[in-house]
């Protein structure tokens, strides 16, 4: 079974930083690709970065590229997104979810809160 638990969420100011953890289990972590998508109050999925397996060539969603930066560390079988310069437009339910950019991800974890707020 595919169990992916998301942490490191938190009430930051304009600015700040946050690093989020998602520790992965019930499947091989190494091989997959790996991505966070974000959800806002009242709006629908919205992807924000995706990782290749070996962690070569992240992508990154226009909003976040430059200010977030997505890692994995195949040995913990955990995913990271280092959230940096955040804006009061990153305020959402960050989720990280298996599987490379699609239109859909059932398999994803529950989630962490990211509100940016003076």
């Known amino acids: 079974e595919v169990q992916l638990v998301e942490s490191g969420g938190g009430l930051v100011r304009p600015g700040g930083s946050l690093r989020l953890s998602c520790a992965a289990s019930?499947?091989?972590?190494?091989?997959?690709?790996m991505t966070w998508v974000r959800q806002a109050p009242g709006k629908g999925l919205e992807w924000v970065a995706s990782?290749?397996?070996?962690?070569?060539?992240?992508a990154y969603a226009d909003s976040v590229k430059g200010r977030f930066v997505i890692s994995r560390d195949d040995n913990k079988n955990t995913l990271y997104l280092q959230l940096n310069s955040l804006k009061t437009e990153d305020t959402a339910m960050y989720f990280c979810?298996?599987?490379?950019?699609?239109?859909?991800?059932?398999?994803r974890g529950q989630g962490t809160q990211v509100t940016v707020s003076s």
């Open positions: 019930g499947f091989t972590f190494s091989i997959w690709s």
């Open positions: 979810a298996k599987g490379g950019r699609t239109n859909e991800y059932p398999d």
């Open positions: 990782i290749w397996r070996g962690g070569d060539n992240p």
